[in-house]
């Protein structure tokens, strides 16, 4: 990827609007500065100017783990980016040396992996991420409007532009035309609908259910902490224990302590039933750093019902110039922590579609570019969709459609989870899988499905995978046999 606009001589259209500039806006902005001459951003709220939780997303409360697969994107699109936040006060850590994961009743083995990535807060992540775009000469922003429909040409086989209105302004809707329409504009998204209205199908649809809550609060670091990690998790395990929590480190010199619950078993935002939630997870390390530090803010809470995937790939047939992203196209259970990394990822899908189209078209026709991102993008989402749905459909009330061979994969994923408590190799592999930086066919080299008979079959090594939290080994670990796939 190119890393600044003006060495691109020649464009692929002259207007790109985005709507939306959260996280997926303002990621596919970049991606658009290299493709177009200009490019419009538009929102609806007015971004704050330091960071802080503004009303379009008010998950923002919540933590926010940036996947290794999303860092790797952002670095490519605004070099030196995590130095930045780094020496603003974000975190490094190495995701096994650092971390303490408790979960499938057994904490994740602990030693240096050598893969490392950053902690901080969203809403210190998109502030910056906005900061570094408005850098970009052809980047517009437009704020505190809202887009209230598409334009189309008149036999409507291309949306050419949008339909918006200023806030705070009782003048009537204005029109901006555009090349290419971007809707980033997260769960609420309303192309679907408008493309019904146009004369088109809506996209399918598929829903997975899980009625889930989460609630957090800001602690402020204590000044005599003296653990060996950085960040703490703990899963109860599922489908019995329907209860998460975590501690993760974030600028300044602070924490965000996030719980939360499946089926209405939800955390709670009164002082002591937080602490009481705490305290019933499965190992009660989170309690005890939280009860006698600091709080800094309120505790905050969230309801999640359902992901939900929209398949616009499946459509026959599509209005050109449209393409949509982020939560707009699918949006994940928050605790796997995947969909700022996949709006990097369908970010980068696009900037590959938008080559492909220069090579194989005239410059400036984007006819087929949004056909042929739907089509490559869904492959991108179908790995931590089946991920995260294959351990929501764990728990018999979630409701959806169980894929076939979901039970195999739960059975060989709780084996596997089991045997990173162990085996460092598999817990790297497993990390690689998790952090979207290898497919998860990686997980069934064959040294892994040894491993995973054996473990199965009884060889289990509980000494170390009994329950009390590993100490780190002292010395770097090397993996058990080169597997890399
Ligand atoms: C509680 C919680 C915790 C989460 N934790 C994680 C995590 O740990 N890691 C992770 O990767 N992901 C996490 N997520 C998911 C992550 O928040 C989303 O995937 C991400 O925000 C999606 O970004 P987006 O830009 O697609 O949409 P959003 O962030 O929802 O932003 C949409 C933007 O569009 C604007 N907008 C909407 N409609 C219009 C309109 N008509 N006109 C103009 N502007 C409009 C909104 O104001 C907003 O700025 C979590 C989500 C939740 C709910």
């Known amino acids: 990827m190119a890393t ?57 409360h919540h933590a926010h783990l940036l996947l290794m697969a999303g860092e790797s994107v952002i670095s490519q699109l605004f070099p030196g980016f995590f130095d930045e936040l780094q020496a603003g006060g974000a975190i490094s850590a190495d995701a096994s040396k650092d971390v303490c994961w408790f979960q499938f009743g057994v904490w994740k083995a602990r030693f240096k992996s050598g ?95 899980i009625d889930f809550a989460y609630a957090s609060r800001r602690y402020k670091c204590p000044q005599n902490f003296q653990e060996d990690w950085k960040s703490l998790s703990i899963y109860n395990k599922s489908p019995f224990g329907k209860r998460i929590g975590g501690i993760f480190p974030i600028e300044g010199s602070q924490w965000i302590v996030t719980m939360g619950g499946y089926f209405g078993d939800y955390p709670p935002n009164t002082e002591k039933e937080f602490l009481d939630f705490a305290h019933s997870l499965e190992m009660p390390h989170i309690y005890e750093q939280i009860k ?26 599509l209005p050109e110039g449209i393409v949509v992203v982020g939560d707009a196209l699918c949006r994940f259970n928050p605790i796997y922590g995947q969909g700022m990394s996949v ?58 459609k169980r894929p076939l061979g979901t039970r195999f994969l739960q059975w060989y994923s709780a084996q596997l989870m089991e045997l990173c408590s162990t085996n460092p190799t598999v817990l790297i592999r497993f990390l690689e899988v ?46 058990a046999a080169d597997i890399s796939g």
């Open 4 to 60: 600044n606009s003006t060495v691109e001589a020649n464009f692929t259209g002259s207007h790109a609007v985005v709507i939306g500039s959260s996280m997926a806006g303002l990621l596919a902005s970049r991606v658009l500065s290299d493709h177009f001459e200009k490019v419009t951003v538009i929102e609806r709220d007015r971004p704050p100017e330091t960071p802080q939780v503004r009303q379009g997303v008010p998950q923002g």
């Open 292 to 317: 006698d530090a600091e709080p800094l803010t309120p505790i905050y809470t969230y309801k999640f019902p359902a992901s939900i995937r929209r398949h616009y790939e499946r459509l026959s047939s």
């Open 115 to 209: 893969f490392t990535f950053c902690f901080q807060s969203r809403t210190y992540l998109e502030w910056h991420l906005r900061r570094r775009l408005s850098a970009y000469s052809n980047v517009h922003f437009l704020e505190e409007c809202d887009v209230t429909g598409l334009l189309s040409n008149r036999d409507r086989t291309h949306i050419t532009g949008v339909q918006l209105k200023q806030r705070n302004r009782q003048q009537a809707v204005e029109e901006l035309e555009a090349d290419l329409v971007v809707d980033a504009s997260g769960q609420g998204s309303k192309t679907s609908r408008w493309i019904e209205a146009l004369g088109y199908q809506k996209p399918e649809e598929t829903t997975v259910a």
């Open 343 to 400: 709006c990097a990822l369908e970010a980068k899908t696009l900037d590959t579609c938008l080559r492909e189209q220069r090579q194989h078209r005239d410059n400036r026709d984007i006819t087929g570019l949004n056909r042929q991102y739907f089509q490559q993008v869904s492959p991108v989402i179908d790995i931590p969709w089946m991920m995260a749905t294959s351990e929501d459909f764990r728990f018999p009330q979630t409701q959806g």
């Open 434 to 479: 998790l952090n979207l930086l290898k497919k998860n066919t990686v997980l069934f080299h064959p040294y892994i499905v040894l491993q995973v008979l054996k473990w199965s079959l009884g060889f289990k090594d509980f000494n170390k995978a009994s329950a009390e939290r590993p100490r780190l080994e002292e010395t770097e670990v090397k993996v």
